[in-house]
Nanobody, 115 residues
Framework: QVQFVESGGGLVQAGGSLRLSCAVSGLTFGSYAMGWYRQVPGKQRELVAN???????SYADFVKGRFTISRDSAKNIVYLQMNSLKPEDTAVYYC?????????WGQGTQVTVSS
């Protein structure tokens, strides 16, 4: 059974940085694309960034140039480096992968950006 342990969220001022981590167990980490999503109350969960098995990355337009997703296959961890944070980045951030066409989610970590 896949498990995610997310960490790194918190409160930061606008313009600041945070790095989220998602430690993954229960699967062959290198065989799966990984992603970060975020959700604010009352809105749908949205994709922030994705990294495939080869390390190719993709980003939502609203984070391009500010966020960087990466993965460490030796540690089974996927990261999200978030720079130049804005108040509108405030959300719960979730780690995600797809196994047998079923989405798997972490418990989420809260990111709050104050103005």
């Amino acid at each position: 059974q896949v498990q995610f342990v997310e960490s790194g969220g918190g409160l930061v001022q606008a313009g600041g940085s945070l790095r989220l981590s998602c430690a993954v167990s229960g699967l062959t980490f290198g065989s799966y694309a990984m992603g970060w999503y975020r959700q604010v109350p009352g809105k749908q969960r949205e994709l922030v960034a994705n990294i495939n098995r080869s390390g190719t990355t993709s980003y939502a337009d609203f984070v391009k140039g500010r966020f960087t997703i990466s993965r460490d296959s030796a540690k089974n961890i996927v990261y999200l480096q978030m720079n130049s944070l804005k108040p509108e980045d405030t959300a719960v951030y979730y780690c995600h992968t797809v196994i047998a066409q079923i989405g798997q989610w972490g418990q989420g970590t809260q990111v709050t950006v104050s103005s």
